[in-house]
């Protein structure tokens, strides 16, 4: 069954098109990479999902419902960390969870296990403005987890993050559906990085989607047309590099 | 509606402070101005509160007036400058419960202004005036009537600031508003009925007719605020 | 780095902020009533004042005492959210440029708005002269050189109070702060010309000229006299502690 499907979802900004007829299939309980190079129209993809911006043409549903009929219905079990985290400056990190759990009408503990669940426990009494990048980023994503939503969806969740935070949260968002039953669907630009997390994967370039499917589907569809798969970065860019080619060079 | 929310979101903003000091520098206007001229302003003949406010409201009533400018640019700087406002878009929750919030609390916060300079003006009648019983009777008739008078310019201002994520083009409209207000005692018409000038009246020129314009402009502007954002929820 | 290449880029990060616009339109709503009511000019020959020099008078100073000082408490918002919102303060602070001139670079940027306001001004005036003057039979235009004069003075009267709105911006973060003490300073400001110790309050300088000019022009002449030397001596140190403390403060709270 699948959480979130899309049919030929498309949003353009005047004559030019960010997401083009893309028809995604995200099976529930999987973590689901979406890849793509910078300016692929991955995060807008994802805040068409969110509501923050509105579909040109075509239709999405998750979890069965549907957008823009279901918009409260939709929001009450998707965890959102969208682009640059998006907080209150003037707020502690704790503070600002709050007010979010206030929102979804969580127990006071939920506030604490999200801190907990990105470690940013001793820091909670900070001024959010005054947190490095990496701890913004944490604290966007404890507001994803607060309250353990059926859906995640997290947009470059380890931008930001020194190495050690960043294999932190790959093994904390790898570990998602077996402990909270839940879908997630991550991007990144880094092939590497999905292939550490992701059961399913969705490449997109130019707003169109080049493959979906499974990493073993994808190295074996790479190999048949003479890609390198023994390094995934190198096939990536194979095969961005090919779908440029056929749009007559363009970057 | 949650007014916790909103109210949790004021903290160390300086919000709460600056309405208590504008509030208390509004109610010092009538105090110092007795103390400088008060030879002068207690010889007129007329009602104690009418030479009062007559001497000092349209000096007050711009102070109020511009703590709610300040306020509302204030409130929704604090949503822009971090993006707090598209975490809370992506949230199961309606956009309308966050403004009215903030109404409220821009309302409440104006109304603890207008005690502070009611509190100014009892005092000063009480100190250089003799006074007579109706007078604290029309004091508290005049908060009342310029609360009421107030909501229009706390709506308005707050759907101005709502619009623009630049806090300084909200603020510039704002001032631009409250000095087109100012300049309504040349000109008597329907200036007098433009949100930001109607805090100016006092008791003595307003009437009923002025309250119930101030509440059918409430009503007005919280339906075109409600249309826009649809249309805004459409053109994202 | 070379002063005016400083300045150029100062100006070039205010492109497209529609400040321009919003220091222009209210001179608009100052005018249209202006016009509208030109005839209540003929009203005030009693006083002494002829209905040419009324109908200047008036409007300028309508601008003087409110308009101008809020357009400035705005500019002042403008120049530190740009650096703000996106943290190009810390771009800035990181190249080899002295703070305190990037700090009196942006006070001259002010300066130059001002002026560009003041100009707006009298083009507008000299418009709305005109169409006054057809509208009404009368001509209320004058002379170039008188108009140029005064709005020279109004300029050069306000640069302290320029100074003291952006110290105020500088020394204050809280943005609620910065922008209600320099909206809460121009209320007092036609209360305190009516004093002795105008001279200590660079906020109504220039409304203060303006009320000088009133009555000259209303007893035919004979002028009062502004006590020049403790004016001019308390300005100048006034501005020069304002620019002072600016340069001082300047970015230092990025740098701690």
Known sequence: MNMIETRNLTKSYGDFTAVSELSLHIPKGSVYGFLGPNGAGKSTTMKMFLGLTRPTSGTFKIDGKQYPKDRVAILKEIGSLIEAPAFYGNLTGEENLEIIRKILGLPKSAVDDALEMVGLMQFKKRLAKKYSLGMKQRLGLAGALLGQPPILILDEPTNGLDPVGIHEIRTLIRSLPQKFQCTVLVSSHLLSEIELMADEIGILNHGHLLFEGSLDQLKDGAARRGYPTENLEEMFLALIDEDNQRRGGQR | ?236 | MHFFSILGVEIKKIRRSKILLLLFLPLVILWIPNVLNADMNFQTVIEGISPEHNFFIQSFMGMAWFMMPASFVVCTVLLVQTERANRGILKMLSMPISTAKLCVTKWILLLILAAVQMLFMVGMYFICAEIASSTQNYSFTLPLSFIMEEAGILFVTSIPMIACFWMIAVCIQTPIFSVGIGLALIVPSVLISNTKMWFLYPICYPFYMLIQKYGTLASDGSSQEIPLVPWLAAACIMTGIFIAVSCIRFGREERR
């Open chain 2, 1 to 236: 509606m949650n007014f916790g929310i909103e109210w949790a979101k004021m903290k160390r903003s300086g919000f709460v402070p600056a309405f208590l000091a504008g509030g208390a520098l509004g109610a010092f206007v009538p105090v110092i101005q007795m103390a400088v001229r008060s030879e002068n302003d207690t010889g007129f003949l007329g009602k104690p509160l009418e030479i009062l406010l007559e001497a000092n409201w349209s000096m007050i009533a711009m102070l109020n007036v511009m703590l709610i400018v300040a306020g509302a640019c204030m409130m929704y700087h604090i949503e822009y400058e971090e993006r707090g406002i598209q975490k809370i878009r992506t949230l199961p929750t309606k956009e309308w419960h966050l403004t009215a919030g903030k109404f409220l609390i821009l309302m409440i916060a104006s109304f603890g202004a207008l005690v502070l300079e009611t509190v100014g003006l009892g005092g000063c009648g009480i100190y250089w005036f003799e006074i007579s019983e109706d007078f604290f009777t029309e004091l508290l008739k005049n908060m009342g009537y310029v609360m009421v008078l107030t909501l229009p310019t706390v709506i308005i201002m707050l759907m101005i600031a709502s619009w623009f994520q630049n806090m300084w083009i909200s603020l510039g409209i704002g001032v631009l508003c409250v000095f087109t207000a100012t300049m309504r005692q040349t000109d008597n018409g329907l200036l007098s009925l433009f949100p930001f000038a109607m805090p100016f009246q006092t008791v003595y020129e307003a009437n009923v007719n002025d309250l119930i314009a101030a509440a059918a402009e409430v009503i007005a502007f919280a339906m075109i605020g409600w249309g826009i954002e649809k249309i805004r929820k459409k053109t994202v």
